[in-house]
């Protein structure tokens, strides 16, 4: 085992956590690694912000970490395991597993100086990166995101991610009602999201005539999801090459703080 890092699960976290990893693949050589430590390398890099390479020596080595990083994401197990977690929560604080509202917002990050794949230039907020486009429950779970350019706009992105919260099929056949801030208000966009999946979207908008901070109804639920993420310095810009990594990274830090709730 590595050091007493402070991202690295506990027992008991990695205990809840292993029976959601997937089987070492049948004919193969036996897994030599201990997940427990991959988990923890991965980890270590969300929280504190290091590339791969820089791993700690006392981590298996940086390219077996990569790889199960890259192949978990290819076949879906980081979401699967993000999304069986939202269950237990929700579960754990009496709640039914299908959430029936969910409220959707977006974040721009800048990107990192070697990222050039899908990046654009927010002219609201002044940034050149990538803009995360995302659906969460009223617990402020992750329900699905969706990383885009920054330049592409929130109705453009809002139809991106609420057409992937709508392929989850069954985790969300209660949900029929969806915040949204007054970048997504227009006809246009509540129509097309009543016609292809049948939710309701209600706009809620900041008082007029009102400065600074105010905590709004339901928004200020996705603003704190955003709070969390900002701990995790791997997010505080996005150093991805590709999009889904980056994606990918939102998934794994929920993984961390849902299963430090459970454990």
């Known amino acids: 085992m590595s050091k007493a890092y402070s991202s690295n699960l506990t027992l008991s976290q990695f205990e809840l956590i292993e029976t959601l990893i997937p089987a070492a693949k049948p004919g193969g050589r036996p897994r030599a690694v201990q997940m427990w430590a991959v988990l923890n390398a991965i980890f270590y890099v969300v929280v504190q912000g290091c590339k791969w390479r820089d791993l700690p020596g006392d981590f ?4 077996t970490v990569y790889t199960y ?5 290819r076949d879906g197990t980081w979401v699967a395991i993000h999304d069986r977690l939202r269950d237990w929560v929700r579960t754990d604080q ?3 597993s299908s959430p029936s509202e969910a409220i959707v917002d977006s974040q721009s990050v800048a990107t990192a100086t070697m990222v050039h794949e899908c990046v654009g230039f927010d002219k609201a907020k002044h940034i050149k990166g990538r803009k995360r486009h995302t659906a969460v429950d009223p617990l402020g779970l992750v329900l699905r995101v969706v990383v885009t350019a920054a330049s592409t706009p929130e109705r453009e992105g809002g139809k991106r991610v609420l057409q992937t919260v709508h ?3 069954e985790a969300v056949s209660r949900l029929y009602l969806i915040w949204v801030d007054g970048g997504y ?3 246009p966009f509540l129509v097309s999201v009543m016609d292809a999946f049948r939710w309701v979207v209600q706009v809620v908008l900041r008082p ?3 400065q600074g901070f105010v905590l709004l109804n339901k928004r200020w639920v ?4 955003f709070g969390w993420l900002n701990w995790y310095r791997r997010l505080s810009k996005d150093y991805e090459y590709l999009p889904a990594s980056s994606e990918v ?7 961390r703080l849902m299963v430090r709730r459970l454990a």
């Open 60 to 63: 298996p080595a940086w390219q």
């Open 69 to 73: 990083f890259r192949n978990w994401r």
């Open 94 to 96: 009496g709640r039914p």
């Open 167 to 169: 392929q989850m099929g």
């Open 185 to 187: 208000s227009g006809r």
């Open 208 to 210: 007029e005539q009102t």
């Open 222 to 225: 996705v603003e704190r999801t």
């Open 249 to 255: 990274m939102l998934y794994i830090a929920m993984i």
